[in-house]
Nanobody
Framework: QVQLVESGGGLVQAGGSLRLSCAASGTISRINAMGWYRQAPGKQRELVAGFRSSGSTNYADSVKGRFTISRDNAKNTVYLQMNSLKPEDTAVYYC?????????????????WGQGTQVTVSS
């Protein structure tokens, strides 16, 4: 299977910055889409930012102008630079990727999630 490992979460004061990283590993053939979601207590998981299969990016309205998603295709890694953080950004952030991988030389589709990383923004 394809595993996603996230890092970079933590505690920061309002107005501060954090950078999240997510690295995909496994016998990956290609990654079609990759991005970040978040889930706050009592709320549904929502898309924060992501790369579509076309390569274009999309952002939640609440983070536009503050967050930037980037990627390193050679490393199968995606980053989320979060600036001007607000208390309402507090959540568990999850990485998601979908694409194709090989198992016993057979190409299969995957849709994987990371374990999540906590981001806490204090006021």
């Amino acid at each position: 299977q394809v595993q996603l490992v996230e890092s970079g979460g933590g505690l920061v004061q309002a107005g501060g910055s954090l950078r999240l990283s997510c690295a995909a590993s496994g016998t990956i053939s290609r990654i079609n889409a990759m991005g970040w979601y978040r889930q706050a207590p009592g709320k549904q998981r929502e898309l924060v930012a992501g790369f579509r299969s076309s390569g274009s990016t999309n952002y939640a309205d609440s983070v536009k102008g503050r967050f930037t998603i980037s990627r390193d295709n050679a490393k199968n890694t995606v980053y989320l630079q979060m600036n001007s953080l607000k208390p309402e950004d507090t959540a568990v952030y999850y990485c998601n990727a979908e694409g194709r991988y090989y198992r016993a030389n057979i190409p299969l589709d995957f849709d994987s999630w990371g374990q999540g990383t906590q981001v806490t923004v204090s006021s």
